[in-house]
């Protein structure tokens, strides 16, 4: 196995990879050790015990973060008319109907976020095999399908994060940057961790949030105490 590089090494030291910290303290050592020359960001990831193979398993939302999440988010509107005009006047980097199917039928995607007013759903649904794959697919589970285009693209502006279980029964997303304030990333974390929570599915059986975890992008990972997160 190849030799862990010195870096990596030295960020580790002081983290006990069989302990379970109280998040505040965890969020410290992970900030402490975001040494990167960019702002890296800070990520949670939660085991649940849910099988999402499973319909009424299937753990899907999205999360407003209190603070934001430091992202520069660009988002696509599909829409006509007023609402198209919504759109651009709330921020919207691409807005169009037809001309946008097009656009990102031929491959050129260029946005993180894609909101759709419903009478653009039957256009929008022929994007199924492009979007879907990307994770970029309207849903109204999640806000990205609405008349409140407004809202919607203030919102994906504003640091929301969706959030949906991998086959591992894992959820994780980025909550914030190591340049945030450590208190900041405490609200960001619990209040991700709360939508997660309320998100829990019928079929779900046993301890739903199993284990969390979280870590910078070049950093090492801490293993945070449940309690902490949910009770705290």
Known sequence: MAKEGKRISAAREGIDANKLYPLQDAVKLIKERAKAKFDETIEISMNLGVDPRHADQMVRGVCNLPN?????????????????????????????????????????????????????????????????PRGLMPNPRVGTVTMDVKGAVEAAKGGAVEFRVEKAGIVHAGIGKASFEEGKLVENIK???????????????????????????????????PSSVLNG
Request: charged content about 25%.
């Open 191 to 225: 209040a991700f961790a709360d939508a997660v929570s309320k998100a829990k599915p019928t079929g779900a059986k046993g301890t739903y949030i199993q284990r969390i975890a979280v870590s910078s992008t070049m950093g090492p990972g801490v293993k945070v105490d």
């Open 68 to 132: 934001g999440s430091g992202r520069t988010v660009r988002v696509a509107v599909f829409a006509r008319g007023p609402k198209a005009d919504e759109a651009k006047a709330a921020g919207a980097d691409v807005v169009g109907a037809e001309d946008l199917f097009e656009t990102v039928n031929g491959g050129t995607i260029d946005f993180d976020r894609c909101i759709a007013t419903p009478d653009m759903m039957g256009l929008v649904g022929r994007l199924g095999k492009v979007l879907g």
